[in-house]
C-alpha cells in the first residue's frame, strides 16, 4: 500500500483520512471524513471510483480485494455515514430532498449506521463477485 494510506490529511480544521482501493481504477482511494449532524459527530464513508466491478476477472478480483480493504478500515474507524461520488448508485437525490425537508429531530437519511455502512459494502463485494463468477463461465 502508499505510504499516506491512514494518515489523516487535515484540510483546515478537517480531516480526510486516504484508503488505497486501486480496484476500480490504479489511483483509487476511499476517504473517511469525520462529520456532524445538528452537533453530533459522525464518521462518513465514500468510495472512490464506481459502484460496478468491470474488466477481466483478475481486475474484478481487484475490486473485490480494494473494497474488504476499504471495509476493514471503515469498521476500524466505526463509519457511520454513506455517501458517493456516484450519487445514482445509492438514491442520494431522494436523500438530499429528505435532509431538505427535514425537521428538528427527524434522522439524516445520509446516516445509516455501522452495520449498515458495512452491508453497503458487502453488497459492493457481492456483485462484483458475481461478476467475476460470471466471467469464469
Known sequence: ????????????????TPVFIPGHT????GLIIPAKDNGKPHIAGMV??????????????????????FEEWTRRMKVDVEIQNHPVFDGFADKLTALR?????????????????????DLMMECARATRDRQKD
Open 26 to 29: 490504479p489511483g483509487s482511494l
Open 101 to 121: 425537508a427535514r425537521k428538528p429531530g427527524e434522522p439524516n437519511p445520509f446516516v445509516v449506521g455501522e452495520a449498515n455502512y458495512t452491508k453497503f459494502l
Open 1 to 16: 500500500m502508499v505510504a499516506f494510506e491512514g494518515v489523516p490529511i487535515t484540510l483546515g480544521d478537517q480531516s480526510v
Open 48 to 69: 472512490g471510483g464506481g459502484f460496478i466491478a468491470q474488466g477481466s476477472a483478475s481486475q474484478v478480483q481487484e475490486f473485490i480485494d480494494s473494497i474488504q480493504h
